[in-house]
Nanobody, 127 residues
Framework: QVQLVESGGGLVQAGGSLRLSCAAS????????MGWFRQAPGKEREFVAV????????YYADSVKGRFAVSRDDALKEVYLQMNSLKAEDTAVYYC????????????????????WGQGTQVTVSS
């Protein structure tokens, strides 16, 4: 069993930056793919980014590619989402998640491939 706690959300002006953190506790971290998802008001939760368990492979949604960067620190059991050039449409609750199985692929994943979720952190971008 793993517990995930996100932090770092807040209110920022368009064009600004935020760095989200997700701290894991209670279970193995380094052998799992980790992901970030978001849910805007009235919309379905959507994929944002994913990082492989080795940490060298990342994938992004087209809407955030070139602006967001996912990273991880296995020694600290944390995963991060650096968000730059924020837009109003990035406003959402952001969730980190751990893949269901260890040593899995980080390619072509969706939320059904993740079984452990944090409580989310609100990001609001004012235009």
């Amino acid at each position: 069993q793993v517990q995930l706690v996100e932090s770092g959300g807040g209110l920022v002006q368009a064009g600004g930056s935020l760095r989200l953190s997700c701290a894991a506790s209670g279970d193995t971290f380094s052998t799992y793919v980790m992901g970030w998802f978001r849910q805007a008001p009235g919309k379905e939760r959507e994929f944002v980014a994913v990082i492989s368990y080795v940490g060298g492979i990342t994938y992004y949604a087209d809407s955030v590619k070139g602006r967001f960067a996912v990273s991880r620190d296995d020694a600290l059991k944390e995963v991060y989402l650096q968000m730059n050039s924020l837009k109003a449409e990035d406003t959402a609750v952001y969730y980190c998640a751990r893949a269901t199985s260890p040593y899995g692929t980080s390619r072509d994943l969706n939320e059904r491939d993740f079984s452990s979720w944090g409580q989310g952190t609100q990001v609001t971008v004012s235009s």
